[in-house]
């Protein structure tokens, strides 16, 4: 076998990493269109070599250029030194450590996992699993205040929901607030601090959580240090609070201050490695959770924060309320910040990009899509995963009924607008992960980027797509019915690229539900490998339809069609 096969492993997370007590799960990369078989040989580090035991590792899917295969290891000592041997189908083999590649055992060296600590990376609040999160923007929603809000969640509460997040709430001169004047202050347009505090009683009451937005990478021009730079220059004992690059300070036609963005002026960036930022920030953010008793954070431009404050941020914060929810703001790939030490999950808007493609544009087929998917999950670790706001969009979006309406294949991709949105919410509430819906989402609201996402909230049931509506409460029930579509994993099932149809499983040790997508507009008949023998009937759960099973199982799908096959 040729010692230039691409293999890729190294001995950290996403590549290793605890799932439990004396677990370890080990992640390899392998060439793909190889059809190779990949075994994991390992001991205690301490053994003498030779004495390892060998488990053979799953293939999960392809990802496109490469496979991807798992194992889960038990290591009671939680010391684990470990070997790839990969065999292709006339028999070549070769070893692989973290030497590299070679015919030779001890050549290719052995990975070592020095030790598997306590497994804090393993454990997320309590209650994520369950969560169906909404997203709402405060000054769009109902009346614009945290009272009209409280008055929708009996609304929310039917629609399923369990967990809230707002976009940020405290006192600023903007409409959006993500120019914080005052972050010990809920903004007077919105209500007050007992406002707030009824809000989050109404809704734990209805068995909901409550996220609010906290914008650490700079502030408003209207917070008060940065009032005191402005107006006392050089003297200012808050000038290191900000990157200011000449004094004195100008706001126009230029700022002479770094900003977020592009210079926004009235957005000033906070020097957080600053320690006297880093624990005024911290204070906030545990001043929020102690006196209104909100559950968790969505930490704004996580990613242009100074790195060691985030870690910092979780200890602290976790300490204290080992509940809180963390989520950090980063829409490109983020698993440098959820190795466990920073956030619980993030905003998966790499995903999203992928579901866009996939259901909105129709510009990619169902096996790029699925190796899209593979390829996100594999970039992280399974608490990550796990705790990712799977989003269809959001506030800094355009509406996914819009982007449908825009994209799609045919001349009359308005007319199966519709229908491609709800097959992507079926893949949102069937998928791994926190399904969060952006409000509006679900009565069929449209509206290009912002500001035309951010529109306020139809109320009125004569503007609204009540089927929709239905379709999303269908979904959300039978989400929270079957424990395998909130906690199960992922597998890929078949694609099938000409018909632009695809399947996937999810999977525990004690369950397994099929689920597939016809992402077209023509009706099928399809013969399929059955994915568990222990049934000889399976059910459609959306419509009720049986399907007898042996070792093929034979469906047929309706255009722009899913089935739930349990």
């Not at 900003?259 to 600053?274: G, Q, R, V």
Request: glycine residues 8%.
């Amino acid at each position: 076998m040729s010692k230039h096969l691409f293999l890729y492993h190294t001995a950290e997370d996403p590549f290793a990493f605890p799932v439990g007590p004396g677990t370890l799960k080990l992640r390899l990369f392998v060439q793909s269109g190889q059809s190779l078989n990949c075994t994991v040989i390992h001991s205690d580090r301490y053994d003498s070599p030779g004495s390892e035991l060998p488990q053979e590792m799953e293939r999960t899917g392809s990802a496109g250029a490469y496979d991807i295969h798992e194992a889960v290891l038990r290591t009671e000592t939680g010391k684990c030194r470990y070997q790839f041997h990969i065999k292709n189908s006339t028999g070549e083999n070769v070893w692989y450590g973290e030497r590299g590649i070679s015919e030779n055992r001890e050549q290719a060296g052995a990975f070592q996992y020095a030790y598997i600590h306590r497994p804090q990376a393993t454990l997320l609040p309590y209650w994520t699993a369950d969560a169906i999160v909404y997203q709402i923007y405060p000054s769009s929603f109902n009346q614009g205040t945290l009272q009209g809000i409280a008055d929708k969640i009996p609304y929310l509460h039917g629609l399923g929901v369990t967990a809230i997040y707002m976009t940020p709430i405290f006192e600023s001169p903007s409409e959006h607030k993500y120019n914080t004047s005052d972050y010990y202050k809920v903004d007077p347009g919105f209500g007050t601090m007992e406002d707030l505090i009824m809000l989050v009683d109404t809704a734990h009451r209805h068995g909901m959580k409550v996220l609010l937005d906290a914008v650490f990478n700079h502030a408003g021009d209207t917070f008060f240090a940065f009032r005191d730079v402005l107006e006392r220059g050089e003297a200012s004992p808050y000038k290191d609070w900000f990157y200011i690059r000449s004094f004195p300070v100008r706001q126009a036609p230029v700022p002479s201050y770094e900003t977020f963005a592009k210079a926004e002026a009235s957005m000033p960036k906070l020097n957080m490695d600053h320690p006297d930022v880093a624990d005024y920030m911290i204070e906030v953010a545990k001043y929020w959770v102690r006196e209104a008793g909100i559950d968790g954070w969505r930490l704004d431009v996580a990613n242009e924060v100074t790195p060691a404050f985030w870690p910092r941020f979780r200890r602290e914060l976790k300490a204290e309320f080992p509940e809180l929810l963390l989520i950090g703001e980063i829409m490109h790939a983020s698993g440098p910040w959820l190795r466990g030490d920073q956030f619980d999950g993030g905003m998966n808007y790499v995903l999203r990009d992928a579901v866009l493609e996939f259901f909105a544009g129709q510009s990619a087929g169902p096996v790029r899509f699925m190796e899209q998917v593979l390829h996100q999950e594999a970039l992280y670790n399974d608490q990550a995963n796990s705790a990712m706001f799977q989003l269809l969009g959001s506030h800094d979006t355009l509406r996914f009924l819009t982007a449908c309406k825009q994209g799609g294949r045919g001349w009359d991709r308005e007319s199966t607008s519709l229908s491609r949105m709800k097959l992507a919410v079926f893949f949102q509430m069937t998928y791994i992960g926190l399904p969060m819906i952006y409000y509006g989402d679900e009565v069929g609201m449209e509206g290009a980027t912002d500001p035309h996402c951010r529109q306020p909230m139809v109320w009125e049931a004569q503007d609204q797509n009540i089927l929709l509506q239905e379709w999303y409460k269908q979904l959300i029930s039978l989400r929270k019915e079957h424990e395998v579509l909130r906690t199960g994993g992922f597998r890929p099932w078949f694609t099938d690229e000409p018909r632009n149809v695809l399947g996937y499983v999810r999977r525990s040790e004690q369950d397994r539900m099929g689920l597939i997508i016809n992402n077209s507009p023509n009706a099928y008949q399809l013969e399929l490998c059955n994915y568990r023998s222990d049934k000889t009937v399976l059910v459609d759960l959306l419509s009720g339809l049986t399907i007898r099973t042996d070792k093929r199982i034979l469906v047929e799908i309706e255009p722009f069609g899913c089935l739930m096959l349990y």
